[in-house]
Every structure is written in C-alpha cells, then in structure tokens.
C-alpha cells in the first residue's frame, strides 16, 4: 500500500508513493547510499589522480601534498562533523513530517559552515611552523605549507558544501550530490592538468597548484549543489528561503554537532599525527610508503562512508518515524554490505601489495615498505566497516556525546601514545611496530561501536523536544505514515 512505513517517498520525500512491496530493505538502503558511494567513489579517484600527477613531478610532492593534506583536513574536520549532523537533523525532521524545519536546519549549518572559516583563516598562515615543528626536512615543510595555506584559507566554502550536499541526502536527493560530486572531480583534474604542469599557457605551480584545483572544484561541487536547490522546486517545500538564524534550531545543531565534530577532529588529528610525526621519525621511503598506503585504503573505505551516511539518513528517518526497531536493522544491513566490499578489499590488499605499490613507484625500498603496511590495511577492514557504519547509525539517532569521547580518547592513546611508543622502544619491528597499535586501535573502537548502537541507549534520545520548527503562516508539516 502507498504511503507505508517502508515507502521512502512518506514522510513528505517528493515522488509517486512505492508500494511498501516494491521497496525492500536492500533497495532502500542502496537507493539513496549507491548515489553516494559514487561519491565517495569520485573523491578517491580524484586523490589517486592528485597523488598520481604529482608521483610523475616527484615522490617529495606527493608525500607533501598527502601529508599536508590530512593536516589542512584536520582543521576543516571539526566543521565537517558539526555538518554532519544537518543531515540527522533533517532527516529526524522528514519522518516527523515537518519540513519547514529542514531549511531551518540547512541555514543553521550554513551559517556555522561560514563562521567557522572565517576562524580558520589565521591559523592558515602558521603552516610552515607546524610542519618545521613536526621535524620534517625543511624543502618538504615548504611544500606541505604551502598546501596547507591555500586550502585552509578557503575551509569556509568546503563547509558550506558539505551542509548542502548534507541536506540533499537527508531529503532524499543523492543523484544531484552524486552530479555535483562527478562535477567537481572532473573540473578538479581538469585544473591540476594546468596548473600542476603549466598547460594552457599557466605557469608551472606542482603543489600550488593542486591546492587551487581543490579550492575550485570545491566552488564548482557547492555550485552545483545551490543552484539545485535554488531552481528545481526544492526551496519552497523544505521551507530554504527561511534563512535567518533561529536559536533554538542553532542550538540543538551545535549540541548534537559538537561532539560529532569533537570526534572527527580528534581521530582526523591523530591519524595525522601518527602520519606526520610517528611515521615522520621513518626515513623518507617509509614516508612516502605510508601515503600511498593511505591512498589505497581510501578505495576501501571511502565508499563505506557513503553507506555510513546512507544509514544516518535512514536511521535519522526512522527515529522521527517513531520507530527504532526499523532504524536498527538498517543500520545492520549497512555493515553487512560494508564489511563484504571491505573484506574483499583486504584480500586484494594482501595478494597484490607488491604490485599495487608499483602504480605509484619503482624504488625497492618504497615497494617493500608498502607491501608491509597493506598487510596491516587488510587486517583492519572488517573492524573499519564495523566503525564508519555504526558511527553512522548514532550520529542519525543524535547519540554522539559518549562516542566522541570514548573514540577520541582510544584515538590518542592507543594510536600515538601506542604508535609513539611502538616506533621509539621497539625500533626492530620497523614502520610494523606503530601499525600494530593502529591496527589495536581499530579493532576496539569497531567493537565498542556496534556493542553500543546494538545496546540501544539512544533510543532514549529526543531531537524534537526543542528543535521543532517555529510555527509558520502556510508552511508545510506533513503527517509520517507508520503502517
């Protein structure tokens, strides 16, 4: 019958009812998170090809710009958390059926989207001081500086990017971030073509210029993204022209989203510390091993960020719905379809390390210090899926207090005070002693996840209490259908 519980155009989703017969779980899930994991999909392409044009320049500029990479993103990354949860709000927003409050939130995320850059425009300037901090020679530090103070002076715009592509997903349009998504991917190599080799009469710019093809592939991703919602009917129904803070909507954002970007920001610090620091005390080979390690475990574990927010979209709906039984046996067919991508990945990963680190280099001692770490990357992918999925699942049920700190506290301690310790004490075990930890790391934080997504205590959780939309002459609240 239309207008079911599993018929995902309820709840106010424009579209011809589905019959709930015709919309079975797998379905639904892979509706709205393949869209997505394209996305993703498209994002990891562009960092191959990134990483890949400037291998052909030299392996220092590809270790400066992966490196710089993760420390710029560690400054951006505590934005990207707090607009992740635009998604959960909005989401939690349909499934009660009131959709003036989806635009509400949108705005929200915006406008901390643009304040939070505009604080991270000074600290885009100390670049060359954190990377001559961290000990690295000083022609690469000037390369990772470099990097690292165009992209961060322009955090603002990738925030307000992720807020749109956010809410898109949350109203059930992962076509238009998946359009938007191949759009800046193909207009980002279209600009690292000229600007890393100097085609086209530009001047030669190497890692310069793959920062300013980042930045305007952002522009033309967030374009696209606005100009959908501007012009495709979009607007009107979820209530986008009400674009003036409200405090209560602000609030309940900034409560929820804190911890959400407490936690990114903590584990995306980490992870960049343990590349630049704990591995950083390795010689250069090892170095540049570690990026093009990281490279190949984005293929893994990007796409499955895609089926995370899949699930906090759908876990997000069905909370609203009122019905959390729902809601968990999504987010469980989400690891089921992560862990069987993630778990084939790994077995490549071990049966061809040698040759996938010959992609990118032919020096012996960069291709056996990769073999080593893909070992490592394979052991963790059942334990990664188990992480990014359930993180997912309680960040759409608005449980991400607890989370943040148990994640970042195991973050911290096991993988730089563990990898840290691994690289100083017990030198013989080489780049494996740091990736034993990582890979500990990995294993109880997946666990500890599922274990509490699976205990359910966010049921107890209310986003509505204080978050329902103001009460507006003609705006829409459309009543959930539960069955």
Excluded at 110 to 121: E, R, S
Excluded at 244 to 273: C, D, H, M, N
Excluded at 368 to 396: E, K
Aim: include cysteine.
């Amino acid at each position: 019958m239309p207008g079911t519980l599993d018929d995902p155009n309820s709840a106010g989703l424009a579209g011809p009812a589905v019959p709930a017969a015709a919309v079975r779980p797998l379905v639904e899930l892979l509706t709205l998170a393949v869209p997505t994991i394209a996305q993703m999909a498209s994002y990891t392409v562009a960092q191959f090809i990134d990483t890949y044009m400037l291998s052909h320049v030299g392996d220092l500029p590809a270790t400066a710009v992966g490196q710089a990479s993760l420390v710029s993103f560690t400054f951006v990354s505590f934005g990207v958390g707090v607009m992740m949860m635009v998604n959960a709000l909005v989401s939690q927003s349909v499934g009660r059926g009131d959709l003036a409050a989806c635009g509400q939130f949108l705005w929200q995320g915006v406008w901390v989207g643009l304040g939070l850059g505009v604080l991270a425009v000074p600290l885009a300037l100390g670049g060359g001081s954190i990377f001559a901090a961290l000990g690295h020679p000083p022609e690469l530090a000037r390369l990772e500086a470099t990097f690292f103070a165009i992209t961060v002076s322009f955090a603002g715009l990738k925030l307000v990017e992720v807020a749109l592509g956010q809410f898109l997903l949350a109203i059930g349009r992962p076509n238009v971030v998946l359009v938007a998504a191949v759009a800046g991917v193909l207009c980002m190599i279209a600009f690292n073509y000229t600007f890393i080799y100097g085609h086209f009469g530009m001047p030669r710019l190497g890692v310069a210029g793959a920062a300013w093809g980042l930045n305007l592939a952002v522009l033309v991703e967030g374009g696209v993204l606005a100009g959908f919602i501007a012009l495709a009917g979009v607007g009107k129904r979820f209530n986008v022209a009400d674009w003036r803070p409200r405090w209560q909507q602000l609030k309940l954002l900034l409560v929820t989203g804190i911890p959400s970007g407490a936690q990114v920001v903590s584990e995306v610090a980490a992870w960049a510390l343990f590349t630049v620091w704990v591995i950083g005390r390795f010689p250069p080979d090892v170095m540049a091993a570690n990026t093009y390690t990281f490279r190949y475990m984005s293929v893994s574990f990007m796409p499955a960020f895609g089926l995370s927010t899949a699930v906090t979209a759908l876990v997000g709906r069905y909370v609203g719905m009122g019905r959390p039984d729902v809601a968990v046996r999504r987010a469980h067919l989400g690891f089921a379809v992560a862990a069987v991508y993630m778990l084939a990945c790994g077995l490549l990963f071990l049966f061809a390390r040698r040759w996938l680190m010959n992609v990118f280099t032919d020096d012996p001692a960069v291709v056996a210090a990769g073999g080593t770490l893909l070992v490592f990357a394979a052991v963790y992918q059942c334990f990664d899926a188990m992480y990014i999925v359930y993180n997912g699942g309680l960040r759409g049920a608005g449980d991400t207090f607890v989370p943040a700190v148990v994640v970042g506290t195991m973050c911290w301690a096991v993988v730089i005070g563990g990898g840290y310790l691994m690289a100083r004490f017990a030198p013989g075990l080489g780049v494996a002693g740091p990736w034993v930890a990582a890979s500990a790391y990995g294993a109880c934080v997946g666990v500890f996840l599922f274990a509490r997504f699976t205990r359910g205590r966010w049921r107890t959780i209310r986003l509505d209490r204080d978050g329902a939309s103001d009460t507006l002459p003609g705006s829409e609240r459309v009543a959930p259908a539960v069955g």
